[in-house]
């Protein structure tokens, strides 16, 4: 079970310096936001995907995946009405999978809130049939890639889209392609499941929905920083032997972003060494 360090937390640090802080404190990986190498992520060629994955390298330091896949160019959707938009969004994640393959990356974590909006006058069941057309063609690439694909559950306060784990569940059955799965997001969980972080585990890893899990308290904090029990997760992680990743993800960095990632490894490390 990898630890991975979300990068975007210490992205003000240049990425070879980023590779080699995570390792440092102790990390087995980071987890890529792709805006945080380009402005333009879609266009990032070979050379700079091979010079990201040698300073990974170097560092002695995995990259795991990707997340915050569409943060940036602006204006992308999955759900929109506007077809040249959804064609244009449904390229960059294409891209993305390819380079989350040449980075050396497992999986895609697909969260992007604001690109899973309902247009104005439209209907949720249309923009989430557009949706899960978009999942289902991605899934395609991400097979070919030998790569995963996960549909994030997020918090309505986020997305009026898929917010539970039962609803993101349900696409991936809908998708039928083993490369589209879902994931934990334990913040999201805490705003939005009515069962704990350990009985999600019990109840869906079984299943092969869960291929990631991403730790951060219902406060936005990093785990540990709030109210969040994290040793149950844990447990039923080992329990089911659970060989997926687990990335450290908070949005509030306490103290800052560099301490909140050392904290936040220290703890999940402590909670491993105690229960296995």
């Known amino acids: 079970m990898r630890i ?43 050379a700079q995907l091979a010079a990201a994955r040698s300073a990974a390298e170097d560092a002695g330091i ?20 506007d077809d040249a938009v959804r064609r244009k969004t449904l390229d960059m994640m294409f891209a993305l999978v ?23 006058g439209d209907t949720r069941a249309a923009a989430l049939a557009r ?16 790569v995963v694909y996960c549909i994030e559950p997020l918090s309505a306060d986020q997305t009026p889209l898929v917010n539970t784990l039962a609803e993101a569940a349900e696409l991936v059955v809908r998708i039928g392609n083993p490369a589209v799965k879902s994931m934990l997001d334990c913040s999201a969980a805490g ?6 972080l350990a009985a999600l585990v019990d109840k869906w890893l079984p299943k092969g929905m869960i291929a990631h899990v991403q730790v951060n308290d219902r406060n936005r904090r990093g785990p540990g920083q709030g109210e969040q029990k994290f040793a149950p997760l ?5 329990r089911h032997g659970y060989k997926g990743d687990i990335a450290v993800e908070p949005f509030d960095y306490v103290p800052d972003g560099p301490g909140a990632a050392a904290r936040a490894i220290g703890y999940v490390r402590g909670l491993l060494e105690a229960l296995q």
């Open 62 to 81: 995995a990259i795991t995946g990707l997340h915050w896949l569409l943060v940036k160019p602006a204006g992308l959707s999955i759900s929109t009405r």
């Open 98 to 120: 390819e380079q989350c393959a040449e980075l050396g990356g497992r999986y895609l974590v697909h969260g992007s809130p604001h690109q899973r909006r309902i247009d104005p």
């Open 234 to 238: 844990i447990a039923a992680l080992l």
């Open 131 to 146: 949706a899960q057309e978009c999942f289902a063609a991605v899934a395609e690439r991400a097979a070919k890639a030998g």
């Open 191 to 196: 705003r939005m499941e009515k069962e704990s």
């Open 4 to 46: 991975a360090l979300c990068n975007e937390v210490i992205a003000p640090m240049p990425f070879p310096r980023q590779c080699e802080y995570a390792a440092k404190l102790g990390y087995d990986g980071l987890e890529i936001a792709p805006y945080t190498l380009s402005d333009e992520p879609q266009r990032l060629g070979s």
